[in-house]
Structures are given as structure tokens and as C-alpha cells.
């Protein structure tokens, strides 16, 4: 029987292309013929506004999934709605801010599956996801995946950026799966909510999001 899977993506520290990768992995799993939804719970509306945008370009275009924002500042509106997205059989992408203290975001992150938590190979943005990472796992279930992303392929082979590296490994590792890199490149500079993915852009996502999708898919496969 199909169920309600709901993996949300989260990151302490901004700039790490959260959004970004919400809306694409929504892209990839349209794909890979899994029924999609997508949620906004930041209350910046990121990907809600972004949708906006899109359809005024492409306004005949064809919607791939759904873009529900998701009011967190009213706790007993996030309790409803994730009630309601419990009993549906349907893959549900929740976009949320990284804040572990706020009661209605503690809501989502109890009922989610998977966590998907991007971060960038520095020093500072492992720390600070290693941080994140075990206070969510000290009071939350989700399966987490840490996704290494803009990882610039010039930079990379620099010494800050392989220790950067192990330290992931060796930290986030106990935590949850540590994912290929997403590379910074220019078929990654921008992002669509409506546009499929090209050849090029699916090659660089692929590695990264096909350990997360692929258990995903066996639930709506089978």
C-alpha cells in the first residue's frame, strides 16, 4: 500500500542552496515517476515566491508539482496540515528553515522520514551542520543525508577543502549518509520549479540524490 513519505530539507547556515535543492530533487523524483508535493514552510516564502516568478514567464507551462506555502508562525495550522499530508500517498518535499527551538518547525521535523541537509566543504559550514546535526538527532527520527554542495570543482583539490572533506566524513558519518558532492557549475548556477531536467544537469545531481530517491521510489514502485 502506498503511504505519505515526507523528507524535508533544512540547513543551519544560509547560502548553502537548500531551496535550490528541494526544487530539484521535486524535479528529479517527477522523473523517476514518484507523486510529488512540494511545501514551503520557510516563512521567507523562497520557493513559493520562485514559483511565482516561473509561471509569469511560462505561463502556459506545465506544472510538474504543486508549491503549497506552509504558515509556521500558526502551530496549530502546521499540526492540521501535517496531519492532513499523513494520510495521503504521496511524496512531500517540505523546504524549512534550519531552527531546531521553534515549536511549529519541531512539528514537521517530528512526522518527517528523511532530512536532507546541504552544507558546503569549509570548516565553518561542517561545524555548524555537525552542530545542527546532532541536537536534530538527539530529538528527531528522520533518516538524515548530508549533501555537499557548491563544491567548486577549481577549489577542490585544496587542502582546506579535502579536509573539509574527511571531517564530514568522519563526523556527519555517524550521523546519517554523507552523499557525492553537488559540484558548482553553470548548469547549477540557477534553478527552475517548472522546467525538466537537462541531460547536463541531471548528470551533476545524479550521484547526490540517487541514495536519498532510491528507497523513495521503492515505495511507490512495488
Given at each position: 500500500?502506498?503511504r505519505?513519505?515526507?523528507?524535508?530539507?533544512?540547513?543551519i547556515?544560509?547560502?548553502?542552496?537548500?531551496?535550490?535543492?528541494?526544487?530539484?530533487?521535486?524535479?528529479?523524483?517527477?522523473?523517476?515517476?514518484?507523486?510529488?508535493?512540494?511545501?514551503d514552510a520557510?516563512?521567507?516564502?523562497?520557493?513559493?515566491?520562485?514559483?511565482?516568478?516561473?509561471?509569469?514567464v511560462?505561463?502556459?507551462e506545465?506544472?510538474?508539482?504543486?508549491?503549497?506555502?506552509?504558515?509556521?508562525?500558526?502551530?496549530?495550522?502546521?499540526k492540521?496540515?501535517?496531519?492532513?499530508?499523513?494520510?495521503?500517498?504521496c511524496?512531500?518535499?517540505?523546504?524549512?528553515?534550519?531552527?531546531?527551538?521553534?515549536?511549529?518547525?519541531?512539528?514537521?521535523?517530528?512526522?518527517?522520514?528523511?532530512?536532507?541537509?546541504?552544507?558546503?566543504?569549509?570548516?565553518?559550514?561542517?561545524?555548524a551542520?555537525?552542530?545542527?546535526?546532532?541536537v536534530?538527532?538527539?530529538?528527531?527520527?528522520?533518516?538524515?543525508?548530508?549533501v555537499?554542495?557548491?563544491?567548486?570543482?577549481?577549489y577542490?583539490?585544496?587542502g582546506?577543502?579535502?579536509?573539509?572533506?574527511?571531517?564530514?566524513?568522519?563526523?556527519?558519518?555517524?550521523?546519517?549518509?554523507v552523499?557525492?558532492?553537488?559540484?558548482?557549475?553553470?548548469h547549477?548556477?540557477?534553478?527552475?520549479?517548472?522546467?525538466l531536467?537537462?541531460?547536463?544537469?541531471?548528470?551533476?545531481?545524479?550521484?547526490?540524490?540517487?541514495?536519498i530517491?532510491?528507497?523513495i521510489?521503492?515505495?511507490?514502485?512495488?
Open positions: 500500500m502506498k505519505s513519505v515526507k523528507v524535508i530539507t533544512t540547513s547556515k544560509g547560502g548553502v542552496g537548500k531551496t535550490q535543492i528541494c526544487a530539484t530533487q521535486a524535479l528529479y523524483m517527477v522523473e523517476k515517476g514518484i507523486p510529488v508535493k512540494v511545501i520557510d516563512i521567507q516564502q523562497s520557493l513559493s515566491r520562485h514559483r511565482q516568478r516561473d509561471l509569469e511560462h505561463p502556459d506545465w506544472i510538474p508539482y504543486s508549491v503549497d506555502f506552509l504558515n509556521t508562525t500558526d502551530i496549530n495550522m502546521v492540521a496540515g501535517m496531519e492532513m499530508i499523513s494520510s495521503l500517498p511524496c512531500f518535499l517540505i523546504d524549512c528553515p534550519g531552527n531546531i527551538s521553534d515549536q511549529a518547525l519541531s512539528v514537521i521535523y517530528r512526522a518527517a522520514d528523511y532530512a536532507v541537509i546541504p552544507f558546503e566543504l569549509n570548516a565553518d559550514s561542517v561545524d551542520t555537525v552542530m545542527f546535526a546532532e536534530f538527532k538527539a530529538n528527531f527520527s528522520a533518516k538524515m543525508y548530508f555537499p554542495n557548491k563544491v567548486s570543482p577549481i577542490e583539490k585544496r582546506e577543502v579535502r579536509k573539509a572533506r574527511e571531517d564530514a566524513e568522519a563526523a556527519l558519518g555517524k550521523l546519517g549518509i552523499t557525492p558532492d553537488i559540484k558548482m557549475t553553470t547549477l548556477n540557477g534553478y527552475s520549479t517548472l522546467e531536467l537537462d541531460r547536463d544537469k541531471r548528470r551533476h545531481i545524479l550521484d547526490a540524490f540517487h541514495p530517491v532510491e528507497p521510489w521503492k515505495v511507490y514502485n512495488r
